[in-house]
Nanobody, 113 residues
């Protein structure tokens, strides 16, 4: 059974930073391109960033503030988020980039003063 467990969210002030983690089980992420997504209240889930074997791509709104990385030995991916803005408040999820597996619970990020 494939499972993703996201962690690292919390409440930070505007301009703050967080590091999100996603641990996978039931699959070996080494053979997949992996991605982070987010869903804000009342909005659809949207793409944030993806990481392949080497290449990384980001949504336009990231604007060099976030860095995605992966550790295949730990079967995990990460999202380093800096210069956070209230618009970044959402529940963040990870999954394979294509043919997504069941979604995890996500980790909530709240950016507020």
């Amino acid at each position: 059974q494939v499972q993703f467990v996201e962690s690292g969210g919390g409440t930070v002030q505007p301009g703050g930073s967080l590091r999100l983690s996603c641990e996978a089980s039931g699959i070996s992420i080494s053979v997949f391109a992996m991605a982070w997504y987010r869903q804000a209240p009342g909005k659809q889930r949207e793409f944030v960033a993806r990481v392949g074997a080497v290449a990384k791509h980001y949504a336009d709104f990231v604007k060099d503030r976030f860095t995605i990385s992966r550790d295949n030995d730990k079967n995990a991916i990460f999202l380093e988020m800096n210069s956070l803005d209230p618009e970044d408040s959402a529940v963040y999820y990870c999954n394979t980039e294509t043919n997504p597996h069941p979604w995890g619970q996500g980790t909530r990020v709240t950016v507020s003063s």
